[in-house]
């Protein structure tokens, strides 16, 4: 059983940068790919990014650009650089953890908040 903890959330304004992370309890695992969601209320769960185990990324065209996905497989951690943050980008962000198996793992979330 693997859990992530994720990190990083809070407020920031209009423009701001945070950077959100998110940790495997077994440090090393390998053939994974970590997705990153998140949720506005009243709406579904949306992909914004993933990073494939070959480092490959893909991302949403709302965040393409601003936010940056990055992986540490030796240490089982995924983070997510967001920088020139708006009010929309105020959510609940999820990790998700796949293994090439299907298995999946989802952190607790973390809430970001942007004001103008």
């Known amino acids: 059983q693997v859990q992530l903890v994720e990190s990083g959330g809070g407020s920031v304004q209009v423009g701001g940068s945070l950077r959100l992370s998110c940790t495997a309890s077994?440090?090393?695992?390998?053939?994974?790919?970590m997705n990153w969601y998140r949720q506005s209320p009243g709406m579904q769960r949306e992909l914004v990014a993933s990073i494939h185990t070959t480092g490959r990324t893909n991302y949403a065209e709302a965040v393409k650009g601003r936010f940056t996905a990055s992986r540490d497989n030796a240490k089982g951690t995924g983070t997510l650089q967001m920088t020139s943050l708006t009010p929309e980008d105020t959510a609940v962000y999820f990790c998700?953890?796949?293994?090439?198996?299907?298995?999946?793992?989802w952190g607790q979330g973390t809430q970001v908040t942007v004001s103008s």
């Open positions: 998700n953890l796949v293994f090439s198996d299907g298995d999946s793992y």
């Open positions: 077994h440090a090393t695992i390998f053939g994974w790919t």
